[in-house]
């Protein structure tokens, strides 16, 4: 009897799953090597399509330089300096370096260009040329970081804390993958900060105090000449930033355009071998991105003119509806197995219902789509088209059950399972007293 009820609830239970609930059938994740976090994310939208440890607390190591990178393009682009500024360093342009830490060799009163200190952080991971940056800027190197960390507050960034630019390693600072994406994305909306990131190589012009500087990128999926080899150079990469110390780990954060696809990438502590020459920052970094490219495109999801809605009308005592159609088209990366006719829209108009005709294009409203699982795909504008299609005269409208005729089958196969279960549980009873009156 126990066994027949159990089997009577699954049916149930499988019939409204089917019935109702939503689903879809993920790609399998990607296999990483030794990340202990790991995300890829759509810059445009700023949706992660993968993570693990997305919020784990980690050490940012010279991926820190990021936000240094960010806050002297924002302040050019704000008229607070210039690139061409010529900037000298300080006496405590070194002040809280490591004699093994990685540097341009910049010394105190050398004299560059912002631009060229610009290059140094981001190219050769030049720590001395991040506190310089912060001192020109914001007068010293505390008031900088105090700058950091509001604008890592500013962006959402509540699992990230500063306590300098350059990103040696000190308990006060840390970060979370999430976050460092969430500051990529920020970062690569700045041409200027495009374009660092982006440089496989640069030469720094000879200074009051030193020869030309040749400098090469560490990031290996932008140069084929980095330090890292030359077997992670990826196709579309346009940066961003290398990070490693020996409580960090290997770290990466890469950005990848190809395809009409914008990812960001985010690796932190990951495994990396000096003598065999492989780094599994850049190797679970290529694993993500060739895993995206396999599962995901960038398309199509909703055409212009798409009819996507009804408006309803009442004029001159006449109830009908007039068709309303998106304004423009959703482009948008998805997965390749997705069905856009199984979007879900979320219709949204601007009156109830209407009582004068609409001018032909009238903006009415808007709708927004989304899939399964709630990921959103855009917001389009309704605007009106056609004619309006009026119904034959007839009373006052029935008011609405709220229900859909999917959930209105479900609940009438339910009721009929739980009819069948009933008759079969009293067949089983009467069977069972016929036998032990026997």
Not at 105 to 125: F, K, P, Q, R, W
Not at 197 to 216: F, I, K, M, Q, W
Not at 387 to 399: F, L, N, S, T, W
Request: with cysteine; net charge negative.
């Amino acid at each position: 009897m126990k066994k027949l009820r159990c089997t009577a609830a699954a049916m149930c239970l499988s019939l409204l799953l089917g019935l109702i609930a939503p689903h879809a059938l993920a790609a399998d994740a990607p296999e990483l090597s030794s990340a202990d976090s790991a995300l890829i994310g759509d810059m445009s939208s700023g949706r992660i399509l993968y993570s693990v440890g997305a919020y784990t607390r980690s050490e940012p190591a010279s991926i820190t330089k990021m936000m240094t990178l960010l806050l002297a393009a924002e302040a050019i682009e704000a008229g607070e300096v210039s690139l061409d500024d010529r900037v000298t360093a300080s006496k405590n342009c070194r002040f809280d370096l490591t004699d093994d830490s990685s540097t341009a060799h910049i010394n105190a009163g050398e004299t560059m260009s912002l631009e060229d200190l610009m290059y140094c952080a981001a190219l050769v991971s030049a720590n001395e040329a991040c506190n310089i940056i912060a001192e020109h800027i914001s007068g010293s190197v505390e008031e900088f970081v105090g700058r950091m960390n509001s604008r890592a507050e500013e962006l959402g960034c509540s699992g990230t804390h500063f306590a300098n630019t350059h990103g040696l390693p000190d308990k006060e600072q840390y970060t979370t993958a999430r976050d460092l994406f969430v500051i990529a994305c920020e970062a690569m909306r700045h041409p200027l900060f495009v374009r660092i990131v982006g440089t496989a190589s640069y030469t720094v012009p000879a200074t009051n105090a030193g020869d030309e500087r040749h400098l090469s990128s560490s990031n290996a999926l932008i140069n084929k000449d980095s330090v890292y080899t030359d077997k992670y150079l990826y196709e579309g990469a346009v940066g961003i930033k290398t990070g490693r110390t020996d409580s960090a780990g290997y770290c990466l954060v890469g950005a990848v355009q190809r395809d009409g696809m914008n990812l960001i990438t985010v690796v932190l502590g990951a495994d990396g071998d000096t003598e065999r020459k492989s780094f599994d920052s850049f190797g679970d970094t290529v694993k993500l991105l060739d895993w995206c490219f396999e599962n995901y495109s960038y398309r199509s999801v909703v055409e212009k003119g798409c009819a996507a809605a009804v408006q309803p009308v009442l004029i001159d005592g006449k109830r009908g509806e007039l068709s309303l159609c998106c304004a423009e088209e959703i482009n948008a990366l998805v997965p390749k197995d997705l069905d856009v006719s199984d979007l879900r829209k979320t219709v949204r108009l601007n009156e109830e219902t209407l009582s004068a005709v609409p001018a032909e294009g009238a903006e009415l409203g808007s709708v927004s789509f989304a899939d399964g699982d709630g990921n959103a795909y855009g917001t389009v504008k309704l605007v009106a088209s056609g004619e309006i299609k009026y119904d034959e005269p007839a009373g006052p409208e029935p008011e609405s059950t709220g229900i859909s005729d999917q959930q209105k089958l479900a609940v009438v196969m339910v009721c009929a399972l739980f009819v069948l279960v009933t008759f079969v549980i009293g067949l089983a009873l009467v069977r069972r007293n016929r036998a032990a009156r026997a």
